[in-house]
């Protein structure tokens, strides 16, 4: 059981290393495996290949490992919070309040700068945690929510965003296109100083879900059994969903909404191990894979076009997500631990 | 010592008050069963004691301190809970689950060692399902996932065990085998264990007390002698029951009686009345039938406390009664066939003769020489239940070798065809009424 996981990790590990290599090569103007190892290795020389590799494609293939695995991480977070495989950041709202503060950001376009850090993460980040603040202040009675109250303040303030977004951009039209460009997502403009925002998010994330990765394990049976088993719920779960936003928040602010990569890759690893000690660096590791993937996919199709990688993603992830959950749906039905075992 | 002391708490769902300043104590080694019909507050005390249900008035003292003041991981590593329902949409194997019990032992970066994986190990062989240890806990059987959470209770190394309906999806086989298991814990380690069932009769074999609740409050508490009555169990459920004692292990065992059928109760034609001898409660499933049927009862003569006192006294009958534990008298007999006459008919029931009870046979030979009908409910044969060594059964060959002339013997194999004879009896009662008044 425990190799199981080890090799897991470990080809994920691989798989991420040689998705990141293929991205590397593909784009408009084609460069070798070969290349791309001599100009990592040897770092920037003065030649144009070496110059589109580490000054354009890296930042970009980077960009997108640090987004896909923030996403997963945090889809697997509010999956085992609120006891629902299928919940993410879309679910319960966190995204709809990460994309309305960025649109806010660029349509108002605030001078706000704090410790280097522009307005648009500033703003998306701030509307993940209004978002949850407000969702858990409705689905709570006397401090206590149920998983179903949440999902479903969260399904209806989800919508509400998403009206207050179209309000938003009808109302200031002559900044349309550049919301609609942020909106579509995808890592074509990413820089180094992008990347640099990212990360620390990304890793402070991490850290804070691995540190609380068993409490999560006992959450998913329930909150009172958590409690019974020394857990202590509140904290664990404020930290978690917290957690859950920021990582949400800092994804949407530098790549824009894309969806299905927080649902799909936690269901996938949990088929290895549903165990989050296991489970979030799986998923952070498959997830980036998926991402790095799917940007690749979408430079390369027709060339020098690009297609919005989050087409891609829901192109794919959303048929591969009906089929899970049918499955799953079948498994519930007919095997013992279903809903009438 | 005292482990848990309950001091009048209180606790609401919203503006529903679910619990109404319940007090107990635990101690050591104390095995408390909690019963109480749905709704009374059973579950609702045991998320109280767990911290998990913040009581609105009244304190949950562990050890002597407030177990809302002690710290959670503190409180896991003495007590641990059971929950009734164990499902979870995720597939965690049951190896996992039960080596979760050792959350409250270990550091937030601390691995289960390998001491930790033999001990779960353990604990799934005692509930009996270490052959599962690598199936997920989303594909086992409800009865199975039960076992599983008792190990991972176990697992914790628990001073206190709070249950909730553990045997709820096990077979009877398994419902022993795991009330065995933790009634040898608290024995052997003092284990206090609070149990909420609904088998009152489970309750009654290993509880050394038991708490009866109602609407949020204690209806009744102490030894399962003193709880489990007619009276208390009458007015915590409204079920109308038998208490007998068990014939193994001596306790009170609870007899559910069938609630009176609401559809057989209006009578719409006044039958006869039917005066059965019984006793023993081998008379209770007959005088259901005929009462079920519309006639009227009497019975006798009974002792004061008989099964077939109580379910007549239940019915409505006449009863003719003796007191307990003592033969019939003389002046009982005359009783006895005072209440026979004016009868449809008497119905001897399938018991037992004695010395004891004999008088009620001979009443009823002497209300037959009067021409009331006597039904004799066969069974195995009059002979086979003769203890007055064959008193009864010429008592009973005399009277029917002087059958016709008023005299009516009516022999039956079984309960059944008792009440088929009497119903023949009334027809025939029916006929001469109905005769009489064209006349």
């Not at chain 2, 109404?20 to 045991?46: C, H, M, Q, Y």
């Not at chain 2, 039960?146 to 909730?164: G, K, S, T, Y």
């Amino acid at each position: 059981m425990k190799g199981r996981r080890g090799a897991t990790i470990l080809i994920l590990f691989v798989a991420l290393l040689l998705s990141v290599l293929l991205s590397l090569c593909t784009g408009a103007v084609g460069i070798s495996p070969a290349e791309v190892v001599t100009a990592l290795v040897r770092g920037g020389d003065s030649s144009p290949v070496a110059g589109i590799l580490l000054d354009i494609r890296l930042p970009r293939v980077l960009l997108a490992a640090i987004t896909g695995s923030s996403l997963a991480v945090s889809g697997a977070i509010l999956q085992g919070v609120f006891m629902n495989p299928l919940a993410d950041p879309y679910v319960i709202g966190v995204s709809s309040g990460a994309s309305l503060g960025a649109v806010l950001a660029i349509i108002l376009h605030p001078p706000v700068a704090v410790a280097g850090l522009g307005a648009l993460p500033l703003f998306s980040m701030a509307g993940a945690f209004l978002t949850i603040l407000v969702v858990q202040r409705l689905s709570s009675v006397e401090g206590r929510a149920s998983v179903m109250s949440l999902l479903l303040a969260g399904v209806a303030a989800s919508a509400f965003l998403t009206a207050v977004i179209s309000a938003v951009t009808y109302l200031f039209g002559n900044r349309v296109h550049q919301v609609w460009l942020w909106m579509i997502g995808g890592f074509s403009h990413a820089r180094w100083e992008l990347v640099m925002m990212a990360l620390p998010y990304s890793i402070a994330g991490m850290a804070c879900s691995m540190a609380f990765a068993r409490d999560l394990n006992a959450l998913t049976l329930g909150e009172d059994t958590a409690a019974h088993l020394g857990i202590n719920v509140p904290l664990a779960r404020n930290v978690l969903v917290w957690t859950a936003a920021l990582l949400t928040g800092s994804a949407v602010s530098s790549s824009g909404m894309i969806g299905f990569v927080g649902m799909v890759t936690p269901h996938v690893c949990r088929i290895v191990s549903p165990d989050h000690r296991f489970l979030i660096p799986s998923s952070a590791l498959a997830g980036a894979v998926a991402t790095v993937l799917a940007d690749a996919v979408c430079r390369s199709v027709m060339p020098p076009q690009e297609i919005p990688v989050g087409i891609i993603t829901a192109l794919v992830g959303g048929p591969f997500f009906v089929y899970l959950s049918r499955r799953a749906q079948r498994a519930g039905r007919s095997g013992p631990g279903g809903v009438m075992g | 010592m005292i482990r848990i002391a309950v001091n009048g708490i209180s606790c609401a769902y919203g503006c529903f008050p679910a619990l109404d300043g319940v007090t107990f104590e635990i101690a050591r080694g104390d095995f408390t069963g909690i019963i109480g019909p749905n709704g009374s507050g059973k579950s609702t005390l045991l998320r109280a004691m767990s911290r998990v249900l913040k009581p609105s008035r009244g304190t949950v003292l562990l050890d002597g301190r407030d177990v809302y003041a002690q710290d959670p991981r503190s409180v896991a590593r003495r007590l641990a809970v059971v929950e009734n329902d164990g499902r979870s949409e995720f597939g965690f194997t049951v190896l996992d689950l039960a080596l979760m019990g050792r959350l409250p032992h270990l550091g937030r970066f601390q691995r289960e060692s390998a001491a930790d994986v033999e001990m779960a190990r353990g604990c799934l062989e005692s509930t009996g399902i270490l052959h599962l240890e690598g199936r997920k806990i989303t594909e086992i059987s409800a009865g199975e996932r039960q076992r599983a959470l008792i190990a991972r209770a176990l697992v914790q190394e628990p001073e206190i065990l709070l249950m909730d309906e553990p045997t709820s999806f096990l077979d009877i086989s398994y419902q022993i085998d795991v009330m065995d298991l933790v009634s040898r814990l608290s024995r052997e380690k003092g284990l206090s264990v609070v149990v909420v069932l609904h088998d009152l009769n489970l309750a009654s074999q290993y509880c050394g007390s038991i708490i009866l609740m109602k609407d949020g409050r204690v209806l009744a508490s102490g030894a399962p002698g003193d709880v489990l009555n007619q009276a208390n169990i009458r007015e915590a459920y409204g079920s109308e029951v038998m208490v007998v004692r068990h014939p193994v292990h001596g306790r009170p065992h609870v007899i559910v009686l069938p609630k009176p059928d609401p559809a057989a109760r209006p009578r719409p034609v006044e039958k006869g009345r039917i005066h059965v001898i019984g006793g023993g409660a081998m008379a209770t499933r007959l005088m259901g039938m005929l009462s079920a049927r519309g006639f009227s009862l009497s019975a006798g003569a009974l002792n004061v406390g008989d099964g077939d006192w109580s379910e007549a006294r239940r019915l409505g009958a006449t009863v003719v009664e003796a007191p307990p534990f003592s033969p019939v008298t003389e002046s009982d007999m005359k009783r006895n066939v005072e209440a026979m006459v004016g009868s449809l008919a008497v119905v001897l029931a399938n018991i037992p003769f004695g010395p004891g009870n004999l008088r009620n046979l001979e009443a009823a030979a002497e209300a037959a020489w009067r021409g009331i009908p006597l039904v004799i409910v066969e069974g195995d044969g009059v002979a086979c239940r003769d203890y007055t060594g064959g008193r009864a059964a010429a008592s009973l060959q005399r009277l029917e070798s002087a059958q016709g002339d008023g005299i009516r013997v009516i022999r039956c194999p079984d309960d059944e065809a008792a009440v088929l004879a009497v119903e023949n009896l009334e027809r025939e009662r029916g006929a001469v009424v109905s005769g009489e008044g064209r006349d």
